[in-house]
């Protein structure tokens, strides 16, 4: 039994009974093994769960970074659509996910900072995007998965439609991707103003 193995049985054991009910014991049982041989590989169930989250991310982990010549509209949105897409596919995954920080993915996060600035987004309105668009998105699968344990909204009163999950953080994230159109819109036209007013006061 290696690192490896546990982390896998333990996502599987999240696919199986959720995020409430995952266990160190469960999961030797899972394994069959004792309870103590997992604190070999993981010290408390904190460093297990903080495993598997960096595990269940693997798929959004490795597509592919953008390249210079990407428009950066389309690829903010991708990647932010990717996110969600990875979050989906686990059971729990947003709750697994909240509040991990992602140390093992700064390399890659650095990447697409770079990508952003080089297509002209300055560089704090680029760094609070790309933080307002992961909550965003682990906010969404939150309500998603919660209304999928909830037998995906029955009960409901008269009138209140079921809500389409998937329209509703499209539409949320096109007006985030509106604002930072604006924003990096604004920062330019400033700029291009304050060289005019350089330029008129040399002449």
């Known amino acids: 039994m290696n690192r490896e193995t546990v982390v896998t049985e333990a996502l599987g054991l999240l696919d199986e009974v959720g995020l409430e009910t995952v266990s160190t014991r469960r999961l030797a049982k899972r394994l069959g093994v004792e309870q103590p041989s997992l604190y070999y590989h993981f010290k408390t169930k904190k460093d297990l769960l903080a495993a598997m989250a960096a595990a269940a991310m693997a798929p959004h ?72 668009a992961g909550r965003y998105t682990v906010g969404c699968v939150l309500e998603e998965q919660a209304d999928v344990d909830q037998q995906g909204g029955e009960g409901l009163p008269d009138g209140v439609p079921a809500l389409d999950h998937e329209a ?36």
């Open 168 to 203: 509703a953080f499209e539409a949320g994230l096109g007006l985030i991707l509106d604002g930072l159109e604006q924003r990096v819109s604004r920062q330019s036209s400033d700029a291009d103003a304050g060289t005019g007013e350089t330029v008129v006061r040399r002449r």
């Open 61 to 132: 982990a490795k597509a592919p970074l953008p390249s210079p010549g990407d428009d950066w509209r389309a690829w903010f949105l991708e990647n932010t659509r990717s996110f969600r897409r990875t979050l989906l596919m686990r059971r729990d995954g947003a709750r697994l996910h909240a509040g991990c920080t992602p140390t093992g993915d700064l390399d890659r996060i650095r990447r697409k900072m770079s990508f952003l600035v080089t297509s002209g987004v300055p560089e704090r309105e680029a760094q609070m995007a790309m933080l307002a």
